[in-house]
């Protein structure tokens, strides 16, 4: 059975800092995807990385697949309130199936 | 904007009582799913359709059924609702890139 695991579950910091949410599987993936869900609403997709040690960056966001392709991780710089949300990383399986992670609950303090 | 409506957003049933939740798509999409979403468990795969009345097993269907009779409808069923299966229900399509995946905004189903 794949597995995504998620760290940290739940992150709270102040507004200017930075953060690190990793995303790590024992299993390589054909590509990985980071989602962003905000309170009632369903997940909205950031990036999809495919290539081992791929960076991609979207403003203050910066997504990296590692080069096994195992694992992935984001890194949010000067992080802003409206960034708070539950980010959720997501692995594609050989059979195109989605294997996700558990999220990471984020919340940026003013 | 994938053009993927649930209805309805939210349900209270009492347990034992059958449950249809609908996911509707406006943009012809092959592949549509169902997934629930639990607090510390993340999404979880309940069935899934890759065509009109062709639909197969995710990792959670004990207790769940779907159909797809128009390419666009693609309904969830709970034969008989237990308080298990309170959760928030979300449909998704997939996209152009075979592993991405497009939202609706959810069904918050909880039952008593």
């Known amino acids: 059975t794949q597995l995504l695991e998620q760290s940290p579950q739940f992150l709270s910091i102040q507004e200017g800092e930075n953060l690190t949410v990793y995303c790590n599987s024992s299993?390589?993936?054909?590509?990985l995807q980071w989602y962003r869900q905000e309170p009632g609403e369903g997940p909205v997709l950031l990036v999809t990385?495919?290539?081992g040690g791929e960076v991609k960056k979207l403003k203050r966001l910066t997504f990296q697949f590692g080069d096994a392709r195992k694992d992935s991780s984001l890194h949010i710089t000067a992080a802003q309130p409206g960034d708070t949300g539950l980010y959720l990383c997501?692995?594609?399986?050989?059979?195109?199936?989605?294997?996700w992670g558990a999220g990471t609950k984020l919340i940026i303090k003013p | 904007d994938a053009g993927i409506t649930q209805s309805p957003r939210h349900k209270v049933t009492e347990t034992g009582t059958p449950v249809t939740l609908r996911c509707h798509q406006t943009?012809?999409?092959?592949?549509m799913y169902w997934y629930r979403q639990d607090p510390g468990h993340g999404l979880r795969l309940i069935h899934y359709s890759y065509g009109v009345k062709d639909t197969d097993k995710g990792e959670v269907s004990d207790g769940y059924s779907v159909s797809r009779s128009k390419t666009e409808d693609f309904l969830l069923t709970l034969e008989s609702a237990t308080s298990s299966q309170t959760s928030v229900y979300f449909c998704a399509i997939k996209g152009q890139r075979d592993t991405e995946a497009f939202f609706g905004q959810g069904t918050r189903l909880t039952v008593v």
């Open positions: 943009e012809n999409h092959r592949y």
């Open positions: 997501a692995g594609a399986s050989s059979n195109y199936q989605l294997i």
């Open positions: 299993s390589v993936f054909s590509s």
């Open positions: 990385v495919v290539t």
